[in-house]
Every structure is written in structure tokens, then in C-alpha cells.
């Protein structure tokens, strides 16, 4: 398997597996060749299965490179419909965060901080509206319980009780 080692002052060895498969190793200053061949031998199932996901991921058209206009689109958009929805869904919610932004975030759809406020990746424009509303009301049920409990996903499926298959749609 061919990595990348990135040494840093941390602690521990990790690993990551980019979109489009690139393996990433981030070891401490320090850390001999052979720790980190052995590192990449006990994890080389999780690795292996974690490179095809990527390397499917990067074959989604949700994953595709976006050219700037493109971009500067979908953060438009985004900018005019999340507000809309998350004002929708925080009426029948009777949960109202203390703001909502939109973000350039890659890895994550959606986030609730700690004082309640939402923010959104505007890539979540590419996908459907279903999806939208399923990280829309996530969100907002964070704003009730900041953890992904029984009573979190109760809470959700009361609003989107189809919400299983609407999460699915941010996975294809």
C-alpha cells in the first residue's frame, strides 16, 4: 500500500484516507519506519476498506471538483434556501438557533456549536432537497440534545419520519 508520512509534534500515529484514495499517515517526530510499517499492518483492513469507499466517493458526481463560478452558484444558493428551511422546520421544531451560516466546510453537511448556532456547507446544495431537510432538522435537534442519542433520533423521526432514507441520500 503506498502512504504519505506526515510528521508533527502530536502524540499518536493516525491515519487518513483522502477522496480518491491517497493514504496519509501522520506520525510524531520521531517515530521509526518500522513503527509505522507495523502501524499500517494492524490497521491494513480498515485501510483497504476505507481507500475503496474513497476511491468511490471521488467517482460520485456529489464529489466532483467544482470550478469557481460553480462554486460561488452554489454558495448563492445556499444562502437563500438553508435560512428558508431551517426558518420552516425551527417553527414546527419550536427550536430556534442563534444563528445560521453557510460554510465551505468539506467533511462535514451541517454542525451545531455549543451555543446553538447552525452552520451549513454549501455543498449540500448538490444534493436533493430531501437531503437538505434531513441535515436541516438534524441540526436542529442539536440544538435539544448535543449528542446523537435514542431520544435525538427520536426527535428527528418525529418531524422526518422517513429520515433513514433521506440521511442514505448524502451517502450515494
Same mark, same amino acid.
Given at each position: 500500500? @503506498?502512504?504519505? #508520512? #506526515?510528521? &508533527?509534534?502530536r502524540k499518536t500515529l493516525c491515519a487518513e484516507v483522502k477522496i480518491g484514495g491517497e493514504v496519509l499517515i501522520r506520525a510524531p517526530f520521531g517515530t521509526s519506519k518500522s513503527q509505522i510499517e507495523n502501524f499500517i499492518k494492524n490497521n491494513s483492513a480498515w485501510l483497504s476498506s476505507a481507500q475503496s469507499k474513497q476511491i468511490a466517493r471521488a467517482k460520485n458526481k456529489y464529489h466532483k471538483s467544482l470550478s469557481e463560478d460553480e462554486i460561488q452558484k452554489l454558495k448563492a444558493a445556499a444562502k437563500e434556501h438553508i435560512p428558508y428551511r431551517v426558518k420552516y422546520f425551527s417553527e414546527k421544531m419550536c427550536l430556534i438557533p442563534t444563528a445560521v451560516k453557510i460554510s465551505s466546510a468539506t467533511k462535514k453537511f451541517g454542525s451545531c456549536s455549543g451555543k446553538n448556532s447552525l452552520n451549513f &456547507?454549501?455543498?449540500?446544495?448538490?444534493?436533493?432537497? @430531501?437531503?437538505?431537510?434531513?441535515? *436541516? *432538522?438534524h441540526e436542529l435537534a442539536h440544538i435539544k440534545f448535543h449528542n446523537h442519542s435514542k431520544d435525538f433520533y427520536n426527535l428527528i423521526a418525529q418531524f422526518l419520519p422517513d429520515f433513514r432514507e433521506r440521511e442514505a441520500l448524502l451517502r450515494q
Open positions: 500500500m @503506498e502512504y504519505k #508520512i #506526515i510528521f &508533527s509534534s &456547507s454549501y455543498r449540500l446544495m448538490m444534493y436533493p432537497p @430531501e437531503a437538505i431537510d434531513y441535515v *436541516v *432538522v
